[in-house]
């Protein structure tokens, strides 16, 4: 089964930005959309960005226009592009498919101080 695993994650100054990176142990071109999802402190996982098999993407309405997800199945490989961050956007970050889901990674840690 594939597995994923991200990095990318760190401290940074609000307004500042990160790279953050999926690598998956297996193929991901049969996955049909991919996501990154965020974890707050003490609230649930919520999905942040997602991406089509076809290059379809969406966004949270709190990121639109700062994040961009991106995927190339040939690398087996998602990332996430984060501009212009906020304190808000501290969490930890998670690569994974749009139901179903598969095994969850570690994620990234994502702190941004103001």
């Known amino acids: 089964q594939v597995q994923l695993v991200e990095s990318g994650g760190g401290l940074v100054q609000g307004g500042g930005s990160l790279t953050l990176t999926c690598a998956a142990s297996?193929?991901?071109?049969?996955?049909?959309?991919l996501g990154w999802y965020r974890q707050a402190p003490g609230k649930q996982r919520e999905l942040v960005a997602r991406?089509?098999?076809?290059?379809?993407?969406d966004y949270a309405n709190s990121v639109k226009g700062r994040f961009t997800i991106s995927r190339d199945n040939a690398k087996n490989a998602v990332t996430l592009q984060m501009n212009s961050l906020k304190p808000e956007d501290t969490g930890v970050y998670y690569c994974?498919?749009?139901?179903?889901?598969?095994?969850w990674g570690q994620g990234t840690q994502v702190t941004v101080s103001s």
């Open positions: 994974n498919a749009v139901r179903p889901y598969l095994p």
């Open positions: 297996g193929s991901i071109f049969a996955v049909n959309v």
């Open positions: 991406i089509t098999s076809g290059g379809s993407t």
